[in-house]
């Protein structure tokens, strides 16, 4: 079994920025909270349209963001664990994703990490590995410790995004139970 973590395209794909910018505040709530009852539209144009790089269906920005096509794919995957958030775009239909799964899925005997001062509080894993009867059956989620950073997901998202041709995503190779 594998486990990916999301990442975008960032050099092949112009990327987008939102009008006005996110804040912290609204950064921070990106933790696992649903928002979709309190989320407000918002606009978001090209980040270097003078490079004339194309949109992907994934691009880069401040949190994930899907194109109407990528969810077109995923949507009947990954519904249960995310919320779709519309943006307005004059380009293409965008949502940013919201990834409300956070799974407390780490084997802590097994990984390797970096603690705070505290010694309590993940600062940065080097190396995951994942409860595989917590994440064998979920296709996106958040853990614990990285609310606010890390989105990872399944073999099978992976290869619909492969199969389908979707622009912009990549991927790095978080965890694979073969190689403990």
């Known amino acids: 079994m594998k486990v990916w973590k999301l990442n975008f395209e960032l050099d092949n794909y112009d990327n987008l920025i939102s ?11 990106l933790d696992g909270r649903r928002l979709l009852g309190k989320w407000q539209t918002r606009k978001v144009v090209r980040m270097e349209p003078e490079k004339n790089l194309p949109l992907g269906d994934a691009p880069g920005f401040t949190i994930p963001v899907f194109s109407e096509r990528a969810l077109c794919y995923l949507r009947e995957l990954i519904r249960e664990n995310i919320e779709e ?17 956070v799974l407390d899925a780490i084997d802590y005997q097994k990984s390797e990490y970096k603690t705070y001062r505290d010694g ?25 410790d990285e609310r606010r950073r890390s989105i990872f997901v399944s073999d099978q ?24």
């Open 19 to 29: 009008i006005p910018p996110f804040s912290i505040e609204d950064i921070n709530e």
């Open 157 to 180: 998202f992976k290869k619909i995004v492969e199969y389908n041709n979707l622009k912009g995503f990549k991927f790095e190779l978080a965890w694979d139970s073969d190689n403990e």
């Open 85 to 101: 958030l519309p943006l307005e775009c004059s380009e293409n239909n965008y949502y940013a994703i919201n990834v409300i799964n």
């Open 120 to 144: 309590k509080r993940i600062m940065l894993f080097i190396k995951y590995c994942f409860k595989e009867d917590i994440v064998k059956d979920v296709s996106i989620f958040k853990i614990v």
